[in-house]
């Protein structure tokens, strides 16, 4: 079945390293963001892409980085300048094309889920 | 004023009760707006999109208001299985970036 896949499901990132979340999908979906959720708001944009070795900042792109070098993969990258990444990490993608693609939604990965120890 | 703004709940009702959520935004170049469903500690599942003209989708019933700015979801014979945290969804600039509201708590007890 087609879908999209993050990995891992918890991680534990200790002061001062750089962490990267996997998010692949094969759903041959063109677009794939980002979010960060945190508790009693809702999901902020941190990157997406529209195409392979294109992408572009959301709200808050401070601390972290993305790579789209495959149309299938998006791994974002947790590095030691955000100073609160305790969150919930979820990808997400969707179609592109002509006429309305936004009606058709997001397709989310179950996300990860990550702490500073 | 926050892009979308939901009423946080959380909301009790009886099973077979009809609960309603409403949800503002505030850009009026709004283009899309969806309903997503999001169980405790998981992803947010689309539930269904709303269009101008309202829709229906089962025990569920979206409506938007252009002039006033907001949607709403209502929800008839509720079941255990609704009880959620339902995502008020706004596509404000018409190019896949979507604005999410930080979502209204429902609990359906027996």
């Known amino acids: 079945d087609g879908g999209i896949t993050q990995s891992p499901k918890y991680l534990f990132r200790k002061e001062g390293q750089n962490v990267t979340l996997s998010c692949e999908q094969n759903l041959n979906h063109d677009a794939m963001y980002w979010y960060r959720q945190d508790p009693g708001q809702g999901l902020r944009l941190i990157y997406y892409s529209?195409?392979?070795?294109?992408?572009?900042?959301?709200?808050?792109?401070?601390?972290?980085?993305?790579?789209?070098?495959?149309?299938?993969?998006?791994?974002?990258?947790?590095?030691?300048?955000?100073?609160?990444?305790?969150?919930f990490y979820l990808c997400?993608?969707?179609?592109?094309?002509?006429?309305?693609?936004?009606?058709?939604g997001y397709t989310f990965g179950s996300g990860t889920r990550l702490t500073v120890v | 004023r926050k892009e979308v703004e939901q009423d946080p709940g959380p909301f009790n009702v009886p099973e077979g009760a009809t609960v309603a959520f409403n949800c503002t935004y505030s850009n009026?170049?709004?283009?899309?707006?969806?309903?997503?469903?999001?169980?405790?500690?998981?992803?947010?599942?689309?539930?269904?999109?709303?269009?101008?003209s309202g829709n229906e989708d089962g025990r569920?019933?979206?409506?938007?208001?252009?002039?006033?700015q907001y949607i709403s979801l209502l929800i008839r014979d509720s079941k255990l299985s609704d009880s959620a945290t339902y995502l008020c969804v706004v596509?404000?600039?018409?190019?896949?970036?979507?604005?999410?509201?930080?979502?209204t708590r429902l609990t359906v007890k027996p």
């Open chain 1, 50 to 87: 529209q195409i392979v070795n294109d992408f572009q900042k959301g709200d808050i792109a401070e601390g972290y980085s993305v790579s789209r070098e495959k149309k299938e993969s998006f791994p974002l990258t947790v590095t030691s300048a955000q100073k609160n990444p305790t969150a």
């Open chain 1, 92 to 104: 997400a993608s969707s179609i592109l094309g002509q006429g309305p693609p936004w009606r058709y």
């Open chain 2, 28 to 52: 009026s170049a709004s283009q899309s707006f969806f309903w997503y469903r999001q169980d405790c500690r998981k992803e947010p599942k689309l539930l269904m999109s709303v269009y101008s």
């Open chain 2, 60 to 68: 569920f019933t979206a409506q938007l208001n252009r002039a006033s």
């Open chain 2, 91 to 103: 596509n404000i600039h018409n190019n896949n970036d979507m604005r999410f509201g930080a979502g």
